[in-house]
T-cell receptor, first 114, second 113 residues
Framework: AQSVAQPEDQVNVAEGNPLTVKCTYS??????LFWYVQYPNRGLQFLLK??????LVKGSYGFEAEFNKSQTSFHLKKPSALVSDSALYFC????????????FGKGTRLHILP | GAGVSQSPSNKVTEKGKDVELRCDPI?????LYWYRQSLGQGLEFLIY????????KSGLPSDRFSAERTGGSVSTLTIQRTQQEDSAVYLC???????????FGPGTRLTVL
């Protein structure tokens, strides 16, 4: 069965520091991987996705994520955090070539401290 | 182009009443999902439609919940005999196919008194 884990409920980072939001997954076969963001009082927005190709994926708002097959991880990163990055972040996964639904993690709340 | 729309944006109802929530996906999107989110928490999967296939209803919390998708487009989520624990934001999302990213609607905030 597919699953995705976001081990941290909350991450606090000082503005200007690099940030990482962790995600690990479990699927049968190769994965499609996604990150979504939910800003306060706003809808969920797509950030980036990995399907195949380069393990480092760049997305919106300066975010990037690195696919690591051996560690079954897809951590979200940004070199320099902004206060405006404070939001709820969701990792999602589904198996390639399977007619399965996308599974979302429980979310990680990111607080960027000024 | 137009995004995913949901109506109503807010719904207040009394315990025991039935409610219908509507989702208009992006035109041409074959996959449609319903989720529930309580107080800015995680997403709880409810139901998933993909093309003409039978929907995946594995996330529906009880038989009071049902959903349909007419003509492969508009979807309606129905909650019968609402309970206070049904209070949440109900989110709809669509994607071009199951492998593409989802586009989310603004949600319907349901309050059951």
């Amino acid at each position: 069965a597919q699953s995705v884990a976001q081990p941290e409920d909350q991450v606090n980072v000082a503005e200007g520091n690099p940030l990482t939001v962790k995600c690990t997954y479990s699927v049968s076969g190769n994965p499609y991987l996604f990150w979504y963001v939910q800003y306060p009082n706003r809808g969920l927005q797509f950030l980036l996705k990995y399907i195949t190709g380069d393990n480092l994926v760049k997305g919106s708002y300066g975010f990037e994520a690195e696919f690591n097959k051996s560690q079954t991880s897809f951590h979200l990163k940004k070199p320099s955090a902004l206060v405006s990055d404070s939001a709820l972040y969701f990792c999602a996964v589904r198996a390639l070539n399977r007619d399965d639904k996308i599974i979302f993690g429980k979310g990680t709340r990111l607080h960027i401290l000024p | 182009g137009a995004g995913v729309s949901q109506s109503p944006s807010n719904k207040v109802t009394e315990k025991g009443k039935d409610v219908e929530l509507r989702c208009d996906p992006i035109s041409g999107h074959t996959a449609l999902y319903w989720y529930r989110q309580s107080l800015g928490q995680g997403l709880e999967f409810l139901i998933y439609f993909q093309g003409n296939s039978a929907p995946d209803k594995s996330g529906l919390p009880s038989d009071r919940f049902s959903a349909e998708r007419t003509g492969g487009s508009v979807s309606t989520l129905t909650i019968q005999r609402t309970q206070q624990e049904d209070s949440a934001v109900y989110l709809c999302a669509s994607s071009r196919t199951v492998t593409n990213e989802q586009f989310f609607g603004p949600g319907t905030r349901l309050t059951v008194l």
